[in-house]
């Protein structure tokens, strides 16, 4: 905890030197080194060597206390990179001024794009919120898997959003070689989704509580009756914003699969699920809200003013209730998990 909180400051200090010297050496520097300098081959000389700096700073902080769980490292970075990140979007809305500007300017076009806007602030508030959480409970030694999950299915939404809108249409051309660090991000990101996913489940019930809770009918849940009744109308919903082609090839299985969920008692894996589904839903509304709105996004593809509170509306119960799902299924996951019997010995 303490080793991301000082990450994040060093992440202010770091971010106002780096834009200070490359910005004075692209512009001081001399003629043998346009190449390098007029590149993003400084960007990534200066994150490489920030890199560096925290992963010798944290052997020095821990030195025989060291956590043995690899992802206490990557989150710690992460932390550090969701200031960044958080620096990057208030400063493309011009809340403040010269703390990233030498790399707004070499970055890929698509970070200056309204959607990128959105992924910054996302990332900068909510991500970093869970790395905190993440590295708190590795430190004490306590469970992370369910806001593990969680950033699962918000860290995977923002990489196959990000990646086809890198490649796909006018900004497909104008990729740096940024892109391919960016590609390094997406790898350790998926390898750190497969390392939240092998932990063991602590999710238990009582035995009698699983048995009456699978008795039930779904006319005797009426919580359960509602979330059914949501998810057929969600359905079409998501089909008919086909448009959001990512969106609607995530999210349509899901409703399906959690209607099978919540009729047949013993899915064990309905919890996991919804885990994995709020966290994507979460990060791709906000995006989407957020970028609709935006003043970066050209007026013919915004929202019309006479439509916004429609609009608003619609959006946040489509981005509420699977939080919702995702709460019943994790605080009450009785009629989802299977009765083991217990094998009494006998002597």
Known sequence: M????????????????????????????????????????????AGSTTVLILAISACFLFKNKAPKDPLFYV??????????????GLEQDSIIDGFITFYLKNADPYINTAHGHMISYWDGCVHYLM???????????????????????????RVIVYIPGNVVGKYGTQLSPLFLVHMLYVVVSVWACFRVFSQSSTRQALPMSINEAQRTTLVERPLDFLFVIYLVP????CVFRGLMI????????????????????????????????SGAIAQAQFSHIGASLHTRTPFSYRVPADSQIVFLLVNALYAIVPQALCYRCVTSPAFFLRDQPNDKKTD
């Open 246 to 277: 990512v969106n609607m090839l995530y999210s349509g299985p899901y409703y399906i699969i959690a209607l099978y969920g919540l009729l047949v008692p013993g899915c064990e894996w309905m919890p996991d699920l919804t885990l994995v589904h």
């Open 75 to 88: 989150f710690a970075v992460y932390a550090f990179l969701s200031v960044v990140n958080l620096i990057i």
């Open 2 to 45: 303490q080793s991301c909180m000082q990450s994040s400051l060093k992440a202010l200090v770091i971010c106002i030197l780096v834009d200070l010297i490359l910005s004075r050496l692209f512009l001081f520097r001399p003629n043998s080194l346009n190449i390098f300098f007029s590149s993003i081959g400084t960007v990534f000389f």
């Open 234 to 237: 969600a359905t079409f919903f």
């Open 131 to 157: 790395y905190l959480l993440m590295v708190a409970a590795i430190t004490w030694g306590a469970s992370y898997r369910a806001i593990g999950l969680y950033w699962v299915g918000s860290i995977l939404m």
